[in-house]
């Protein structure tokens, strides 16, 4: 394997664990607030629909952008209403959603597209372009460091970059703002955020919000980055891959990052090597598409070591007496 | 008089459908003193003290705050009007610093650099004040439940609270810690805050408080100076009628050893070592009484001895081995032996909370012969038989089809008591026996323990109310650390002594 094959494979890494990171800092932003949220999954889709089919009609990336994060939002929306103001269960109003949105994409899709539940190929200014970053094209004659920049940080679209801005901003408004010391808080013990005299609601919804913002690009990348329409149950498992990422992460922002690159990183090599020859066994196409798969289970069986979720989490609160 | 109460309410009255819990509660706390307000469980205390603090909203009545009508309808009012509560339950994030738990809901601006800045340096300040030290950065929990109840204090302070409200706050600290807690109220009073302090606690009352308010059944029933009152007359304001204080027992007569407990160690699915290897017996027709601060082993020794949890050393029971780890070392297996267990958590590993009463009588107690008929229980006859426990331990009401949710928790414990006792046991493990019961219940689930004494039964009771422990043992054995400090005899010893060894000091330090 030469050094451009690395580097190929790390650039797709990027890509492809992009989704997965968007998707797993919604997560944080909700499970940190206390409301398990497993409908991730649907909501991305739904962005995604949405996304696609808006670019498609006005020719915008930017609006198919907008509708996807105001479809999430919308769901995000309803799992609030749901989990916060009912006190229902949170995993039953999360799977309702997945199948909510599993569902109305394919039928909207249908009825507009007519093309089987997908939507027309995207092209031109309905997708997202990549960006050159500055020096790109000076730099990568520098040895090494240089094709690094060029090759695997260059040339992304616009949402991978927000991506990974989002991280260090994530890890800002969490432990270095009012906003995120009182978001922590109500995922540890709403009844001390409670009795200080803060709206746990309010706090809540806030936090559900952002999740349906950060799904709602997710999604559209999916469809106007990465992939260029919408293909029915195109995230395939991706919401449920970052949550099984932000428990290896254990609810941090940072590792999310390390989490999210590592499932990006086993899904480009299966996507380059569809088998895999090892020298004495040959790993067929179908272990290689399932890696990342077998690693959330891996993961979910609890083989990272001690991961504590938010103390409150999955718990309506409820005043007491 | 001429200086405006800090509190005055008018007329509250406040109801949770058919249940009344305030009516018409008037009271006035004057500034700068220390009012106690006791009162049974489901007196309506706690329901009074929300309405304060804006948890609740009064159906009718005012709130006169230094002589102002303020209205209260969230707690954000309450600390603006200058409220400040510290609860039962502590309201704290325990993987937060101090110093954030002080500042949440409190901050100065959307970033919080300065704000903990600001919280350290005012910390400092009332810490010297207030001789309320506590480490600024430590997490809430890694420090000691009396370090976290000062957390409380100083976040209301750091608030600018001027009236302070304890709900029940000796119910998790040593003697020690509550005495220290009781300084530092009298700090605080002295330095012009006013105090409120809710507890059942007789004893505190009359050495804290300046005033005292009783509360029954949702009502005020008296306010008086507490210098010009006594523990006996409290206790029949708040009960209603005549109560025994004291229990009222003959000497023991101790016969042959029915439990001994040689070198009994416990880790728990933490790795952490709970009981260090305790030993000690009890006698047929004797109460042992475990004394200790909640958490230092004392809940793992029921459990090991009621086959909950598995331990290693020797435990006999009439002479005979117990199996500690095998496949005799199960609940049933004990209750086989002639070991009954009253366990700490009624509601928890007593009762199943949402089945009815006369189901719950039979519970560990299901495979009896009498309670079969072929493959199928003999439902008449279990319920036959709860019918009798109920009469015979004075459950109220007395309907074995009630869930065991919807009787108080002095009934709910006399179900459990009734379904242990009447299975006459050579042993009886007793936790808690008296956990949020109410004064009326406490005597009479005390005599009942006695009685099973003087049939000859040995008792092994543990409880943190040094009270109950003072008063119903025949021997004590104080733990600490999962270690057993040393014995005394009720007569020979006194609160404050095992006060001391309660905190860890050995028989021979005190």
Not at chain 2, 216 to 227: F, H, L, Q
Not at chain 2, 287 to 293: D, F, K, N, T, Y
């Amino acid at each position: 394997m030469d050094y451009l094959t690395i580097l190929q494979i790390l650039d797709s890494a990027l890509r492809l664990a992009t989704p997965l990171l968007f998707a797993c800092l919604a997560g944080l932003f909700s499970e940190r607030a206390g409301i398990f949220d497993i409908g991730l999954e649907g909501k991305m889709l739904i962005a995604a629909f949405f996304s696609a089919a808006t670019a498609y009609s006005t020719g915008s990336v930017w609006l198919g952008m907008l509708a996807g994060v105001a479809a999430s939002l919308v769901l995000s929306g309803i799992h609030g209403l749901a989990s916060i103001t009912f006190r229902g269960n949170q995993l039953i109003s999360g799977v309702a959603i997945n199948f909510l949105a599993s569902g109305l994409t394919v039928l909207i899709g249908l009825s507009w597209f007519k093309l089987g539940g997908q939507t027309p190929s995207l092209q031109g200014d309905a997708r997202f372009q990549g960006i050159d970053l500055p020096f790109a094209e000076t730099l990568s004659g520098v040895p090494l460091l240089g094709p690094l920049y060029s090759e695997v940080l260059s040339g992304h679209t616009f949402l991978v970059y927000v991506a990974l801005l989002c991280v260090p901003l994530t890890w800002y408004v969490l432990f270095r703002t009012r906003f995120g010391l009182r978001l922590r808080a109500v995922g540890e013990n709403p009844a001390a955020v409670d009795t200080a005299g803060i709206s746990v609601v309010g706090l809540r919804y806030a936090a559900v919000a952002i999740c349906g913002v950060l799904c709602g690009l997710a999604g559209a990348y999916l469809a106007t980055g990465l992939g260029a329409s919408f293909v029915k149950e195109m995230t395939a498992g991706r919401g449920f891959i970052a949550l099984a990422a932000l428990i290896f992460a254990k609810w941090r922002p940072w590792y999310a990052l390390y989490a999210t690159f590592l499932f990006g990183l086993l899904e480009a090599v299966s996507n380059r090597y569809p088998s895999l020859d090892l020298g004495f066994v040959t790993l067929p196409s179908q272990f290689m598409q399932a890696l990342p798969y077998i690693l959330t289970v891996v993961i979910l069986a609890g083989f990272v070591g001690k991961a504590i979720p938010p103390r409150a989490g999955g718990e309506p609160y409820v005043k007491e007496r | 008089m001429t200086t405006a109460p800090a509190i005055e309410l008018k007329g509250i009255s406040k109801a949770f459908g058919p249940v009344q819990a305030n009516k018409d509660i008037s009271i006035r706390v004057m500034p700068g003193t220390i009012h106690g307000i006791i009162g049974e469980n489901g007196a309506g205390k706690s329901t009074l003290m929300s309405i304060l603090y804006g948890f609740y909203k009064a159906d009718k009545g005012e709130i006169y705050i230094s002589g102002k009508k303020v209205s209260i309808p969230d707690s954000q009012a309450a600390i603006a009007a200058g409220i400040g509560m510290v609860f039962q339950h502590f309201k704290l994030v325990e993987n937060f610093t101090v110093l954030e738990n002080v500042i949440l809901g409190a901050e100065d601006g959307a970033l919080l650099a300065p704000s903990l800045r600001k919280a350290r340096k005012d910390l400092a300040a009332l810490a010297a004040e207030y001789e309320l030290n506590v480490d600024p950065d430590a997490l809430i929990q890694d420090i000691g439940v009396g370090m976290q109840q000062r957390v409380e204090i100083l976040k209301a302070l750091y608030r600018q609270a001027d009236i302070l409200i304890l709900d029940e706050p000796t119910g998790v600290l040593t003697p020690a810690e509550a005495d220290q807690l009781f300084r530092i109220l009298h700090r605080l009073k002295d330095e012009g805050k006013t105090i409120i302090l809710i507890t059942h606690k007789l004893r505190e009352i009359m050495e804290a408080t300046d005033t005292v308010s009783v509360m029954r059944r949702g009502e005020m029933t008296a306010t008086v100076k507490t210098s010009e009152t006594s523990p006996q007359a409290l206790a029949e304001l708040m009960v209603g009628r005549k109560v025994l204080l004291r229990v009222d027992k003959t000497p023991a007569q101790p016969g042959e050893k029915v439990l001994e407990v040689e070198n009994l160690k416990v880790v728990d699915s933490k790795g952490v070592v709970r009981i260090k290897g305790v030993s000690f017996d009890v006698r047929a027709g004797e109460i042992l009484g475990i004394a200790g601060v909640a958490g230092n082993g004392q809940s793992e020794l029921l459990e090991v001895l009621g086959g909950m949890r598995n331990g290693t050393g020797t435990i006999r029971v009439n002479g005979q081995d117990l199996d500690l780890t095998g496949k005799f070392s199960d609940a049933r297996s004990r209750r086989k032996r002639g070991i009954a267990h009253v366990p700490e958590d009624r509601q928890r590993e007593g009762l199943i909370m949402d089945f009815k009463a006369w189901e719950n009588t039979a519970f560990g107690y299901d495979d009896d012969e009498a309670y079969q008929t072929g493959l199928l229980m003999n439902n008449a006859a279990i319920r036959e038989d709860a019918e009798g426990k109920i009469e015979r331990f004075d459950v109220r009401p007395a309907n074995a089809d009630l869930e065991a949710k919807s009787f108080s928790g002095g009934n709910q414990q006399k179900l459990v008591l009734a379904r242990e006792i009447e299975r006459d046991p050579d042993l009886l493990l007793v936790g808690q026996p008296t956990r949020g019961v109410d004064i009326g219940a406490i005597e009479f689930i005390h005599q009942q323990i006695v009685a099973l004494r003087d049939k000859g039964k040995a008792i092994l009771l543990v409880s943190v109310e040094l009270e109950e422990i003072l008063s119903l043992s025949d021997r004590i054995a104080v733990i600490f650390d999962g270690q057993l400090m040393g014995e005394r005899l009720p007569a020979e010893t006194h609160e404050k002594e095992l006060g001391l060894m309660m905190a860890g000091m050995t028989g021979e330090d005190t």
